[in-house]
């Protein structure tokens, strides 16, 4: 038998450009989507392919997105994310979405610090 409290929520995984001004999807889905449960990270690194394997590629720089939210929602919050990442564009990144049991809340500040002030260059 199934759970019914289990599997109420889900997590959308969103990996987009570096280029996408990843504050501003966040500072959608809080305003727009009330979305409180979503942060931000970056990503940096090259694929196992033997093309970029070569020392001819390199490294590609991305953000992440993570949101968990509840599963009602998660049809129309995972299409919101894919039009704000342009994720419909070739190469513009990826998102999946999974199940999850059990999630520590996550709330966003009311304001917004600037990632680009803390980035580490």
Same mark, same amino acid.
């Given at each position: 038998? =199934? +759970?019914?409290?289990?599997? $109420? *929520?889900?997590?959308?995984?969103?990996?987009?450009?570096?280029?996408?001004?990843? $504050?501003?999807?966040?500072?959608?889905?809080?305003?727009?989507? *009330?979305?409180?449960?979503? @942060?931000?990270?970056?990503?940096?690194?090259? @694929?196992?392919?033997?093309?970029?394997?070569?020392?001819?590629? @390199?490294? $590609? %720089?991305? +953000?992440?997105?993570?949101?968990? =939210?509840?599963a009602a929602r998660a049809d129309e919050i995972f299409s919101y994310? &894919?039009?704000? @990442? %342009?994720?419909?564009?070739?190469?513009?990144?990826?998102? &999946?979405?999974?199940?999850?049991?059990?999630?520590?809340?996550?709330?966003?500040?009311?304001?917004?610090?600037?990632?680009?002030?803390?980035?580490?260059?």
């Amino acid at each position: 038998m =199934v +759970n019914p409290v289990r599997h $109420q *929520q889900r997590m959308i995984t969103c990996i987009i450009s570096a280029g996408l001004d990843a $504050q501003k999807i966040l500072r959608g889905l809080k305003d727009e989507k *009330q979305i409180f449960t979503a @942060g931000i990270f970056h990503a940096r690194g090259i @694929g196992g392919s033997a093309y970029y394997r070569s020392s001819m590629a @390199g490294g $590609q %720089e991305k +953000n992440v997105i993570i949101a968990i =939210v509840p599963a009602a929602r998660a049809d129309e919050i995972f299409s919101y994310l &894919y039009e704000a @990442g %342009e994720l419909y564009k070739p190469h513009y990144g990826m998102m &999946y979405m999974e199940k999850i049991d059990r999630a520590t809340p996550l709330n966003l500040p009311d304001e917004m610090p600037d990632l680009d002030a803390l980035a580490f260059n």
